[in-house]
């Protein structure tokens, strides 16, 4: 699967932000027909969306609720001309089989994202729905709510119970939820960070001055990326299952594992990643 840093957020409804984020550097953009549109914008927005999609854009788009009539009518728009769709995030998913529906419906990946108490019991439930299913992740805002808490450290366990789920699925690590305050760069900075040591990668953000400090800090590190390289040398080279390396460090197939991911972030056109496909 494709690694991608930064997801950006882009109203649907507004065709001259869609162009500059296009142009951003976001590693991907998603149009929004959900929250950033309002009610009496939905229909424009979904023609926006469309054309968009049939101009050879490889966006993706979060539609809203498929639960909702306004879902309802996403999924009709789409599926009559999907274009270029490379994808759907699927908003306060609860039920896997409402998200088989979708799957089977759009034939594109779908990412759920879990914004209840309900989404987030079902976990790996949803994230093993159905083959389309390419990544899960969390709705923090939402979810808070939900849980009538007020973030933080209080989403501490849904925040792991998301990234075992998508592991044991063999899914992509998750995505963090937007830093909604903009121009808190080094709030931003730190909670990335953070996010990564605690088994996500990448970032939803809202605007085009966040995708630096997401990428900066998703960029592995000189050294790490030349130890993943050493490491996969070796490996070719000797054919060891096991080993001890230069450090004392014990080297198995999980160690090499991780070697492979550091290689397929820092450079996805590596021999080794291709390898180890």
């Known amino acids: 699967m494709t690694v991608y840093r930064s997801w950006l957020y882009v109203p649907g409804d507004r065709p001259d932000r869609i162009g500059k984020a296009l142009a951003s550097g976001a590693d991907a953009v998603i149009l929004d027909l959900e929250d950033a549109v309002v009610a009496a914008a939905k229909d424009s927005a979904r023609r926006t969306v ?52 979708v799957a089977d419906t759009l034939g594109v990946p779908v ?32 979810l808070a709510a939900d849980l009538r808490v007020r973030g933080g450290e209080a989403l501490a366990w849904p925040r792991s119970r998301v990234v075992v789920a998508a592991r044991a699925a063999g899914l992509p690590s998750p995505v963090q939820s937007v830093w909604t305050a903009v121009r808190d760069l080094d709030g931003l900075r730190a909670s990335t960070a953070a996010g ?27 050294a790490e990326t030349a130890w993943a390289r050493e490491l996969l040398d070796r490996l070719a080279s000797s054919g060891e299952g096991a080993w001890i390396d230069h450090d004392g460090q014990f080297v198995d ?19 080794y990643v291709k390898e180890g496909q």
Request: charged share 20%; aromatic share 4%.
């Open 50 to 101: 469309l054309d968009t999609v049939n101009s050879g854009y490889a966006a993706f788009v979060r539609m809203n609720s498929p639960s909702s009539p306004e879902g309802a009518a996403d999924l009709r728009t789409l599926t009559a001309s999907p274009g270029s769709l490379a994808g759907v995030r699927v908003p306060k998913c609860e039920d896997p089989g409402e998200l088989r529906r």
């Open 111 to 142: 990412y759920p994202v879990l914004e209840s108490a309900l989404g987030v019991e079902n976990a790996l439930a949803l994230a093993t729905a159905h083959p389309m299913v390419a990544g899960i992740s969390l709705g923090e805002a939402d």
């Open 196 to 222: 990564r040591e605690a088994g996500f990668f990448g970032r939803s953000v809202i605007h085009p001055a966040q995708i630096p400090v997401v990428h900066e800090v998703c960029a592995p590190d000189p």
């Open 253 to 271: 197939a999980a160690i090499v594992a991780r070697a492979r991911w550091v290689l397929e972030v820092a450079e996805p056109d590596s021999q």
